[in-house]
């Protein structure tokens, strides 16, 4: 069955660069879009940006300049990597896999808590 | 941006009544229009997409109308469990947006 999990480290220090993994299972990184979405506590969703079925990325643009998504199809893995982290970038991260159709995100993971704080 | 502004912020409802939840969009998103219900401390859950189209495991309480700009998410007898936030979501252009939430609390 399909499945997405993240991964990484769950507290990083302001100004450093947060690395996260989103390892899939059940479909195929050639096929799908893999999403990063993250939610700071009590708070509601935001879209973080895709790595599509083809290689291909976009980003928020409120992100775009600290962000970067990448993926090795090998490992089913999708990397995410945001620069110069501040403490209202703490938030649960979470990957999800987006219908190619519609843009409904069918499959999510559980999420990570990562939290911005020295 | 697509701007989707969720209405009512918070709604109490009694389990059993009808109740109805709209997102109402900056621009058209013709029926690209997704509603997701999200649990304390869980990942969100695909309701309804398409605007309307029902999802497999999803109970036939929940239902979606609209189009373009206006869209509704209807539960036909609200049952305990169904207390949650409720977001909608458009994936008709980029960057992919969400509404701020429903919450649904018991009166």
């Known amino acids: 069955q399909v499945q997405l999990k993240e991964s990484g480290p769950g507290l990083v220090q302001p100004s450093e660069t947060l690395s996260l993994t989103c390892t899939v299972s059940?479909?195929?990184?050639?096929?799908?879009?893999v999403n990063w979405v993250r939610q700071p506590p009590g708070k509601g969703l935001e879209w973080m940006g895709t790595i599509w079925n083809d290689g291909s990325t976009d980003y928020n643009s409120a992100l775009k300049s600290r962000l970067s998504i990448s993926r090795d199809t090998s490992k089913s893995q999708v990397f995410l990597k945001m620069n110069s982290l501040q403490t209202e970038d703490t938030a649960i991260y979470l990957c999800?896999?987006?219908?190619?159709?519609?843009?409904?995100?069918?499959?999510w993971g559980q999420g990570t808590l990562v939290t911005v704080s020295s | 941006d697509v701007v989707l502004t969720q209405s009512p912020a918070t709604l109490s409802v009694t389990p059993g009544e009808r109740i109805s939840l709209s997102c109402r969009a900056s621009?058209?998103?013709?029926?690209?229009l997704h509603w997701y219900q999200q649990k304390p401390n869980e990942s969100p859950r695909l309701l309804i997409k398409y605007a309307s189209q029902s999802i497999s495991g999803i109970p036939s309480r929940f239902s979606g109308s609209g189009s373009g700009t206006d869209f509704t998410l209807s539960i036909n007898g609200v049952e305990l469990e169904d207390l949650s936030i409720y977001y909608c979501?458009?994936?008709?252009?980029?960057?992919?947006?969400f509404g701020a939430g429903t919450k649904l609390e018991l009166k």
């Open positions: 059940g479909f195929s990184l050639t096929s799908y879009g």
């Open positions: 621009e058209s998103v013709d029926t690209y």
């Open positions: 979501q458009q994936g008709n252009s980029l960057p992919r947006t």
């Open positions: 999800a896999r987006e219908d190619y159709y519609d843009g409904s995100f069918a499959y």
